[in-house]
């Protein structure tokens, strides 16, 4: 471990101001890093197959990563932490890694059969737990439109204890007309709405099951109107007192928990 006693040590320029979400998305993505936090995310993230740029814990907790090789390890003290950071560090252990290049479009799709997409959803929790829920739920992939959120900012991969790393995911930088690109794999487009004209989820055929693809929108618009206009059928989660719909990350796993049950049958 290398100690740290200086906020502004050019060693670990990587974890500055790390609570600034503007300067967080301009910095991690052009400079082809994220950081993770908390020694179960990292580990998570270094299984996964993403190499270490450098760790950054408490110095007392130096051992909780002394066998991870490929980086140094930086130590500091709390008080340093938060000054580099912007946060109380109460989980002791931050790593910086490098990204690996997004699969294609195609390439996701061809090892897929069931994959959520999601339009213009620019809140990290949100987007953490929906990946958490995919992975848990049994969804295959993920598909963002240009306007999301970075699946690997921080706060997304911790509310997703690091599922991030387990599921596929790409953008589609054409958007809405690259949705035809899954009706070409043979996937049915179901576009979450909770609009009464919907064919509630649970009476899906089993054609429209075969390949789902499940769209789902941000809190409050929902799905744009080309979102909607681009899918084969839309579909609702049957609500009960006057509630007209659920958070998004709940509704897709409401929704994925639906469209995989039969395979835990």
Known sequence: MELITDPGDERIADYRALTDVELRTRWE???GLFIAEGELVLRRAVKA???PRS???EAKRAGQVADLDGAPVYGAEPDVLEAVTGFHVHRGVLASFHRK???DVGDVLRAARRVVILED?????NIGAIFRGVAGLGMDAVLLSPTCA???YRRSVRVSMGEVFAIPYAFLDEWP??????REAGFTLLAMSPAADGVPMQVLSDAQRERPALLLGAEGPG???HALSASDVRVRIPMRRGVDSLNVAAATAVACWELCRSDLA
Do not use: C, E, K, W
Not at 121 to 125: E, M, S
């Open 177 to 182: 007309g690259g949705l035809a690109q899954l």
């Open 121 to 125: 959803i620019n809140n990290h929790t």
């Open 55 to 57: 760790f950054l814990v």
């Open 49 to 51: 197959g993403y190499r």
């Open 150 to 152: 970075d699946p690997l």
């Open 223 to 225: 799905l744009s109107q």
């Open 101 to 103: 290049p997004l699969p």
């Open 29 to 31: 993505p052009p400079h």
